[in-house]
């Protein structure tokens, strides 16, 4: 029996739209944000998803996409764990910086390098890297999330781009330069199949995740 694993980014946040780092902020969700997320649950509805469980991190932004995936399902009041190892990366001394800034300050290489390398943190004592997010990423998922797939679940996780971007690095065994170049869309759900030995079956992105930065 093979269980479903859908992934998504949460809707576009206040400090999305303003181009800041945000890390482990907690901005709230923008209008736009809110048609995204409800926009990725008319999606889902219409695919006639039904889900047994949903996660989502600690911060506003995922929580709120996460309970409008939910309400457009039609499950508003499914059983949803909130759990902080699924928060964004945390961007240490630059959570709060404007993005264009900082690339004047630092450089575009160097900006590019703590957003998108696998392994240089962000600035500061409590900045993550893709790897560091990872590591407290992986150990949730395999131990909560996992085995409820493999148990042939429906499964949501609605959460950040980049603690999401560690999930897909595995699955889907990519390497430190290709993820180097993946980015997630908000709002845009990823339906990953996964087979009993927890590869992957399938995989298909319901929108345009073309456009993501
Ligand atoms: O934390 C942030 O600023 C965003 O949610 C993701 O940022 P990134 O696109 O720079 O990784």
Redesign the pocket.
Known sequence: MSGKLILVRHGQ?E??KLN????WKDPDLTAQGVEEAKEAGRVLSEKGFKFDIAFTSVLQRAEKTCQMILDGVGQSDLETIHDQALN??N?GDL?GLN?DDAREKWGEEQVHIW??SYDTPPPGEEGESLRDTGARVWPYFMTDILPRVLRGETVLVAA???SLRSLIMVLDRMDKESILKL?LGTGVPIVYELNADSTVKSKEVLGDMSGA?
């Open positions: 946040s400090w999305n800041l780092f945000t890390g964004e990366r961007y959570a993005k957003r998108r950040h781009g980049n980015n930065h």
